[in-house]
């Protein structure tokens, strides 16, 4: 883990441009070499920032959990550049999953289905299942499009904080145990994707997020649940993060 701070390089690429400036390339090519290296890279999505590195790297996955000092049951969520490379990591691809994934990607629809080998147990929490999320951001989409690599990418926080919006809640919260932070000014959203267990009867909504369940209903013509029981933090195979009794933990001070 890095000792020192880490460098925040501004993204500048205008909304009608179809790609970056020259100096934001170098930035972002910065970011990808560190990701393919096993660093681990701050950037943007549509939800919140994330802390990104190589999904398929066990190695580089455990800095993830020691940066957010995250406990080993709590799963990460898999960003993928499209469905074909979201495929590639399903043991199996259910109508569902296709059905949300055709609607909702790029956006904040994560997809719960079974996991193929090379997805390693620490990505999953040592379960069955993998989430899998096409995120709608073009610098998130560049680097995962570059780097040739599904990431894993968690909210860019220590475990238990608030979720951050900008780049400098990444530096807030994560200093030195972060390689680099890729400043893409505020997340639009700023909450974490909904995530829907593909593999239940009736399909499930895990963890609640910018997608409710009447939309999910209208576009899938099923009935959705919604998960309504926290777990027990200690608890193995979990298929989505956000289940635990204590997820967040603001330091606000509270008089009743």
Not at 70 to 80: E, K, M, Q
Not at 154 to 171: G, I, K, M, Q
Not at 179 to 201: F, K, N, R, Y
Request: overall charge negative; aromatic content about 4%; proline content about 9%.
């Amino acid at each position: 883990m890095a000792s020192r701070l880490p460098d925040i390089l501004t993204i500048d690429w205008p909304k009608n441009a179809t790609s970056p400036t020259p100096a934001a390339q170098l930035a972002l090519k910065r970011a990808v070499q560190l990701v393919r290296s096993g660093g681990l890279v701050a950037l943007p999505t549509e939800t919140v920032y994330g802390l990104a590195t190589d999904a398929l790297d066990s190695e580089s996955v455990d800095r993830i959990f020691q940066a957010k000092g995250r406990p080993a049951t709590n799963p990460l969520i898999v960003h993928v550049a499209d469905k074909e490379m979201a495929k590639t990591l399903a043991a199996d691809w259910p109508d569902t999953a296709d059905a949300i994934a055709s609607h909702f990607w790029p956006g904040p629809a994560t997809i719960v289905v079974p996991k193929k080998k090379i997805v390693p147990d620490n990505v999953t929490a040592g379960g069955s299942t993998v989430a899998l999320r096409c995120p709608d951001h073009r610098i998130m989409q560049w680097i995962i499009n570059q780097s040739g690599y599904p990431l894993a990418a968690p909210s860019a926080n220590r475990s238990e904080s608030l979720s951050p919006t900008c780049a400098s809640h990444v530096l807030e919260s994560l200093r030195h145990r972060v390689d680099l932070i890729l400043d893409g000014g505020q997340c639009v959203h700023g909450i974490e994707s909904t995530v829907i267990d593909c593999t239940a009867t009736p399909f499930h909504i895990l963890r609640p997020g910018p997608i409710d369940r009447e939309h999910l209903e209208s576009i899938l013509g099923e009935t959705v649940t919604v998960n309504a029981q926290s777990i027990d933090m200690h608890q193995t195979q979990t298929r989505s993060p956000g289940l635990h009794a204590r997820h967040y933990a603001p330091k606000t001070p509270l008089e009743l």
